[in-house]
C-alpha cells in the first residue's frame, strides 16, 4: 500500500495513476478484441473509449466539486487537484459523450454499451485496486480479521484496522465482468448487457457505501453515491425490460437520413 510507487528522474509513478491506466487499456484491449469477434467496428470502440476515458475524467471530477463544494469554496485548489473524483460522475458524463458521439457517427449506441460494459467493469475494478493502493475510499474501523492497517502517509487513517472496502468493491466489480460475460455469450435483446451492468453496478455501489467511512458527501440519510446508485439501478430495469423498445427508436434514428 504505497501512494507512490517509484521515481525516474523528476517523474514520480503513482500506484493509483498506474493502476487506472493499466484498467484504461485492458478494458481497451478487451473491447477491440471482442469487437472484431462481433463484427464490430474496433475503431469505433477506440475512439468510444477515448471520448469516454477524457469525458469521464471530467464528469468524475466535476461530481467531486459538486459533493465538495463547501471546501472548494474554501480551498479551489485542494479540490481541483489530482486527488479526488467520484466514479458516478464519470459514468454519466462517460456514457453521455458516448451516445453522443454514437449519434453523430449513426453507430447504434445500444449495441457498443452492451460490448463495452463487460470492459468498463474491469477498468473499475482496477481502479479499485488503486483506491486501495492509495488508501482512498476506505472502510470503517474494525476488529475483523479482514481488517486492514494502512501506513502512514496514506489518504486513510493510519494506525487502525480498517475495512478493505476498495477490495471488496474491486472483487465485485470483476465479478460483474464474469456475470456479463456468461450473460452475452448468448443472443440478447440490445441493451440488456448494458442494463445489467447498471443494475449491477448500482446495487454493489449502494451496498458498499455502508461499510465505507471516508467524507464523501450526503443526501439526507443517504450518502451521495447512494441517492445516485438508487437512480442508476431504475434506468438499468427501465432498459432492461424496455429494450427492445429502446432499440428500435434508436434503430430508427441512426438509419434515418441526413436532413
Known amino acids: 500500500m504505497r501512494m507512490e510507487l517509484f521515481s525516474i528522474g523528476p517523474f514520480t509513478i503513482y500506484s493509483y495513476g498506474l493502476m487506472i ?24 470502440v477506440l475512439t468510444i473509449a477515448i471520448i469516454g476515458v477524457l469525458s469521464g475524467f471530467i464528469g468524475a471530477k466535476l461530481l467531486y466539486v459538486i459533493v465538495e463544494f463547501d471546501q472548494f469554496i474554501e480551498d479551489p485548489m485542494s479540490v481541483m487537484g489530482g486527488e479526488g473524483f467520484v466514479v458516478y460522475g464519470g459514468i454519466i458524463v462517460g456514457v453521455l459523450s458516448a451516445v453522443i458521439y454514437c449519434r453523430q457517427k449513426k453507430l447504434v449506441f445500444l449495441e457498443y454499451f452492451d460490448l463495452l460494459a463487460p470492459s468498463i467493469a474491469v477498468a473499475q475494478g482496477f481502479g479499485r485496486i488503486g483506491c486501495f493502493l492509495a488508501g482512498c475510499c476506505y472502510g470503517r474501523e474494525t476488529d475483523s480479521f479482514l481488517g486492514v492497517v494502512f501506513p502512514e502517509h496514506s489518504m486513510a487513517p493510519s494506525g487502525v484496522k480498517l475495512l478493505p472496502t476498495q477490495l471488496f468493491s474491486s472483487a465485485g466489480d470483476f465479478l460483474i465482468m464474469a456475470i456479463l460475460l456468461l450473460y452475452s455469450r448468448k443472443t440478447r435483446p440490445k441493451g440488456r448487457t448494458g442494463a445489467l451492468y447498471l443494475i449491477l453496478y448500482g446495487i454493489g455501489r449502494f451496498l458498499i457505501e455502508f461499510l465505507r467511512a471516508d467524507d464523501r458527501g450526503t443526501v439526507g440519510s443517504l450518502s451521495t453515491s447512494q441517492f445516485i446508485s438508487i437512480g442508476i439501478v431504475a434506468v438499468g430495469l427501465i432498459l432492461f425490460f424496455s429494450s427492445k423498445l429502446f432499440h428500435r427508436a434508436e434503430k430508427a434514428v441512426t438509419t434515418s437520413p441526413e436532413e
Not at 491506466?21 to 469505433?44: E, F, N, P, Q, W
Request: net charge positive; with cysteine; charged share 25%.
Open 21 to 44: 491506466a493499466v484498467g484504461i487499456l485492458v478494458c481497451i484491449a478487451m473491447g477491440m478484441y471482442r469487437a472484431k469477434k462481433r463484427g464490430m467496428s474496433d475503431d469505433a
